[in-house]
């Protein structure tokens, strides 16, 4: 019904910042409260951040809080998610992933959503 594009991964240096972007086609992004999660090698799936539908509510893992921040333009149908002061352990692959009806709510449970994009890498250098 919805397909997300991610873009903007790359390496990076310890320290740098670098902004994840999600683009929806098929249906409009203010449809859906959407989550950042993150799986790096050997680890399990992770959520990152999230936000509402309308942007009015952000959540955060606490690994990221104060240096993350997810960020939406409806009118372009655009996700965002801007990294800064990034570090080594940063080094995942990054998917955004969509889902309906939670209002203010955002969700941390992978399971609750619904569609997700194909990833893209974030590598992080010491």
């Known amino acids: 019904q919805v397909q997300l594009v991610e873009a903007g991964g790359g390496l990076v240096q310890a320290g740098d910042s670098l902004r994840l972007s999600c683009t929806t086609t098929g249906r409009t992004l203010s449809e859906y409260t959407m989550g950042w999660f993150r799986r790096a090698p050997g680890k399990e799936r992770e959520f990152v951040g999230g936000?509402?539908?309308?942007?009015?509510?952000?959540d955060y893992a606490d690994s990221v809080k104060g240096r993350f921040a997810v960020s939406r333009d409806n009118a372009k149908n655009t996700l965002y998610l801007q990294m800064n002061s990034l570090k080594p352990e940063d080094t995942a692959v990054f998917f955004c992933?969509?889902?309906?009806?939670?209002?203010?709510?955002?969700?941390?449970?992978?399971?609750?959503?619904?569609?997700w994009g194909q990833g893209t890498q974030v590598t992080v250098s010491s």
């Open positions: 992933a969509a889902t309906y009806n939670y209002g203010r709510l955002v969700p941390r449970d992978q399971r609750t959503y619904l569609y």
């Open positions: 936000i509402s539908r309308s942007g009015d509510s952000t």
